[in-house]
């Protein structure tokens, strides 16, 4: 296992269209993350899993975002009728329970909306 | 919303010496973590330090603490041209991390 997975890495999209970004955890990682991150700023905290229970969302998640991580293992990120603004590099981390450690990131997925 | 801040925004040293940024949060915390970001890539975990501990070094790395001023910072002692990137400070409530908006590093050689 040689960390945390994500797919695509780049991604340009149409202002309307759906996307999808998948997250591949280390497997014996049972908290799965999702960030997003714009330019010049630090990552924004969207969502987190534990196993398949999505625990926490922010704000940032408006309705046209959802996560799933249905089998407690790889996670998705789908964005519905994408805008300008969510323009941005989304990051997937993950970690274990004890919280003395920490997350192991991806190497993120750039989106651009056009 | 970011937890706190991170200064300076941006450093310029020479190859060699050392560099400090430091950083400033909000609420209380059960850890705090240092991460360092190439141009255009993830998050690389540096160190960690407890909300019990005052200081940590790792290899060049050294972490001080002070829950009482809610503020850490990071020196970088022998700087090397492998050190250019952004580095962030983020605390760990217990169960997110929440970052601050980074301090650019450029090591010139």
């Known amino acids: 296992d040689t960390g945390v997975s994500q797919d695509p890495r780049h991604k340009i999209t149409k202002r309307g269209q759906n996307v999808t970004f998948r997250c591949d955890p280390i497997?014996?990682?049972?908290?799965l993350y999702w960030y997003r991150q714009t330019l010049g700023q630090g990552p924004e905290f969207l969502t987190y899993?534990?196993?398949?229970?999505?625990?926490?969302k922010s704000r940032l998640l408006s309705d046209r975002f959802s996560a799933e991580r249905p089998k407690g293992s790889f996670s998705t990120l789908e964005i519905q009728r994408t805008e300008q603004g969510d323009s941005a590099m989304y990051l997937c981390?993950?970690?274990?329970?004890?919280?003395?450690?920490?997350?192991?990131f991806g190497s993120g997925t750039r989106l651009t909306v056009v | 919303s970011q937890q706190g801040e991170e200064d300076p925004q941006a450093l310029s040293i020479q190859e060699g010496e050392n560099a400090t940024m430091n950083c400033s949060y909000k609420?209380?915390?059960?850890?705090l973590q240092w991460y360092r970001q190439n141009s255009g890539r993830g998050l690389v975990h540096l160190i960690l330090?407890?909300?019990?501990?005052r200081e940590k070094h790792s290899g060049r790395l050294r972490v001080t603490l002070d829950t009482s001023k809610k503020s850490s910072s990071l020196l970088i002692t022998a700087s090397r041209a492998a050190d250019t990137a952004s580095y962030f400070c983020?605390?760990?409530?217990?169960?997110?991390?929440?970052f601050g908006a980074g301090t650019i590093l450029r090591v010139k050689s």
């Open positions: 981390a993950s970690r274990t329970r004890d919280s003395d450690y920490g997350y192991t």
């Open positions: 609420t209380s915390i059960n850890n």
């Open positions: 983020a605390t760990d409530g217990g169960n997110k991390l929440v």
């Open positions: 497997s014996e990682h049972n908290r």
């Open positions: 899993f534990q196993n398949e229970a999505q625990l926490e």
């Open positions: 330090i407890r909300s019990n501990e």
